[in-house]
Structure formats: structure tokens, C-alpha cells
């Protein structure tokens, strides 16, 4: 599949290892944030969310985390897999029922194996 | 399988000429995005529409364009092409009223400018 090729960070982590990806967002207002992963040659695709009345939320082998006091979020994936490799993007949703989504900068997730 | 549909998937053009690309959202999705993803700036939303009507703008050029149909598929136009507009386009379906910022995203149309 084709690369898009962004100038991204990086975050190599070792086969069966615990990785942190981490988000600052700018819109207090937002009432969803969510992650997203895009795979080489692909579309993003949603991993999992998190209202802002929330500060953590489970997934399978993920977990979001939410400080609104700082205005910091983080994706928890446990047990990293050669499969997690790809762009991962922290987005804010905040137009409501009209979902406005504006995505942060990615970072790319590379596995060791 | 996001369950969109985009087209075409590549299309490389010259300066100063108009593409149109297609989207079609998952079936029973009523609203419609637009982003724009280059080297520099990530994905950048452009437009957004709910049901045949605009309800989201973020930063579209207005050399660009788009309208959503009857029969829900959107079609983004961009013309007076230049280099910078090399990009790959992606489109996005949702579910209204979810909330929540689960967008299905199709695979994109990768545009090249020449």
C-alpha cells in the first residue's frame, strides 16, 4: 500500500510492550475525544472515545485517559502488537449531534518485533 | 470495510485544470465529510454536509467545492488546480445525532498535481 509520508513523531516500541500515545488538545468545549488509526494506504479508523465527563475509558487493549485540566489525552495499548503499527490521531469532536471532528497531529507507532 | 465508497482511488492531472471526486457514505449515513490529508498539515477538515445541506466549514479553499445529492453520495470539485493541492482526499460518513466522532472513512483519493 502507498505511504502518505507525513513528517510525523515516532514512538518504537518492543513487541509485548505497553505504548503511550499522547495528545494535547486546544478546545475546552469538546464534548468527545477519540482516537484513530490509519494503516499504510488506508483511511483512519476509529479505535475508541471518551466524553469529556469522563477521565478513562477501557477498550479492548486500549485505554484513553483524559486530563481536562491540563488538556491532555493518552491512548494505552497493552501488549503491543507488529499489527498496532500505523498513524495514530487524537481527534475533538465539538459541533454536538453534528459531529464537527477536528484531528490533532499523529504520531507513528512503530513494533519491534 | 468502512462501508465507503471513493473515486477514483488515483488520479494525477496538470496545473490549472478541475477534478471532481466522488464519495459514497455507508448506507443510511446521513452526513458527509470532506478532509484533506498532505505531507504538512495532517488531516484538515474541509466540509461537511448533513442530508443534501451544508453544516460544517473549516478551511476550503474557494477555488474548491462540494454538494451532496439526493441519493446521499457528495461530490467534492477542486479546480484551478496547483501543485499544492497535491493531496490525498478523503471522505467520511457518520451517523447523525450519535455524538460521539465515530467517522467510517473510505481509502481516499490520492490527487497529484503535476
Not at chain 1, 509520508?5 to 488538545?25: R, W
Request: hydrophobic content about 30%; overall charge negative; proline content about 3%.
Amino acid at each position: 500500500g502507498e505511504s502518505v509520508g507525513l513528517h510525523l513523531p515516532t514512538l518504537s516500541v518492543q513487541e509485548g510492550d505497553n505504548s503511550i500515545i499522547n495528545c494535547a488538545y486546544s478546545n475546552s468545549a469538546s464534548d468527545y475525544f477519540i482516537w484513530y488509526k490509519q494503516e499504510s494506504g488506508k483511511g483512519p479508523q476509529f479505535i475508541i472515545d471518551i466524553r469529556s465527563n469522563m477521565d478513562k475509558r477501557q477498550g479492548q487493549r486500549v485505554t484513553v485517559l483524559l486530563n481536562k485540566t491540563v488538556k491532555h489525552l493518552s491512548l494505552q495499548i497493552a501488549a503491543t502488537q507488529p499489527g498496532d503499527s500505523a498513524v495514530y490521531f487524537c481527534a475533538e469532536n465539538n459541533e454536538g449531534g453534528y459531529q464537527k471532528v477536528t484531528f490533532g497531529t499523529g504520531t507513528k507507532l512503530q513494533v519491534i518485533p | 470495510d468502512s462501508g465507503v465508497t471513493q473515486t477514483p482511488k488515483h488520479l494525477i492531472t496538470a496545473t490549472g485544470q478541475r477534478v471532481t471526486l466522488r464519495c459514497s457514505p455507508r448506507s443510511g449515513d446521513l452526513s458527509v465529510y470532506w478532509y484533506q490529508q498532505s505531507l504538512d498539515q495532517g488531516l484538515q477538515f474541509l466540509i461537511q454536509y448533513y442530508n443534501g445541506e451544508e453544516r460544517a466549514k473549516g478551511n476550503i479553499l474557494e477555488r474548491f467545492s462540494a454538494q451532496q445529492f439526493p441519493d446521499l453520495h457528495s461530490e467534492l470539485n477542486l479546480s484551478s488546480l496547483e501543485l499544492g493541492d497535491s493531496a490525498l482526499y478523503f471522505c467520511a460518513s457518520s451517523v447523525v445525532g450519535q455524538g460521539t466522532g465515530e467517522l467510517f472513512f473510505g481509502e481516499g483519493s490520492r490527487l497529484t498535481v503535476l
